[in-house]
């Protein structure tokens, strides 16, 4: 074989790792049948640009609400009235972390 054509079989082989690897993935992140993501497994699997509006690929991680927040920072509150004041500043130290 010559140089060019391990190098395509090498691009085959990791097309088709990206394939699985992005297929479990997807699936595992409840997002094996959007759109953005056949897309992207349409091309790994064709080893083409079958699709060219792949990028900016957009995360669907759940964001807490407002009303998610505002009701962790009112039990932040009742907790900082029955600790001690170096627990409270760690433990919103952490808080603020996540």
Do not use: W
Not at 3 to 18: D, F, T
Not at 45 to 72: D, G, W, Y
């Amino acid at each position: 074989m010559t140089r060019l054509s391990n190098k395509l079989r090498e691009y085959e082989i990791i097309c088709a790792e990206a394939y699985q690897v992005i297929g479990v993935l997807a699936h595992d992140a409840n997002r094996f049948f959007d759109d953005d993501v056949t897309k992207i497994l349409d091309n790994l699997s064709m080893q083409e640009i079958v699709h060219e509006n792949i990028l900016p690929f957009e995360s669907r991680i759940n964001l807490p609400s407002n009303k998610e927040v505002k009701s962790a920072n009112d039990a932040l509150e009742s907790i900082r009235s029955s600790c001690p004041v170096e627990y409270y500043e760690h433990l919103k130290t952490i808080l603020n972390y996540f």
